[in-house]
């Protein structure tokens, strides 16, 4: 059974830096993401690495502000986010996948099995 727990989230001004950290626990994971979800917005793709980080992969509004940052010693993934902006206010998703080489991560929300129960992030203007 894999659980992926967030931490980091909270309120902070546009122009600060906020950074979450997703532990995981249970069986061996391959790539790794976070997504978010604005309210009344449906989920999308913020952020995905390859199992040894090899590979990363940004929306572009995102790009340059976050960074994804995975340490498989620790089973941790973070996301370094800054010069944070009112419209990345959302609830924060770690998942993860099993699928694909070492090399591999993905932006699609179904290739991820295994999720975990969010962090809020709110940027206040």
């Known amino acids: 059974q894999v659980q992926l727990v967030e931490s980091g989230g909270g309120l902070v001004q546009a122009g600060g830096s906020l950074r979450l950290s997703c532990a995981a626990s249970?069986?061996?994971?391959?790539?790794m993401g976070w997504f978010r979800q604005a309210p009344g917005e449906e989920r999308e793709f913020v952020a995905a690495i390859s199992r040894y980080g090899d590979n990363t992969y940004y929306r572009a509004s995102v790009k340059g502000r976050f960074t994804i940052i995975r340490d498989n010693a620790k089973n941790t993934v973070a996301l370094q986010m800054s010069s944070l902006k009112p419209e990345d206010t959302a609830v924060y998703y770690c998942?993860?996948?099993?699928?694909?080489?070492?090399?591999?991560?993905?932006?699609?929300?179904?290739?991820?099995?295994?999720w975990g129960q969010g962090t809020q992030v709110t940027v206040s203007s």
């Open positions: 249970g069986r061996s994971l391959n790539f």
């Open positions: 998942a993860a996948g099993r699928q694909g080489s070492i090399y591999y991560f993905s932006d699609r929300e179904d290739e991820y099995e295994y």
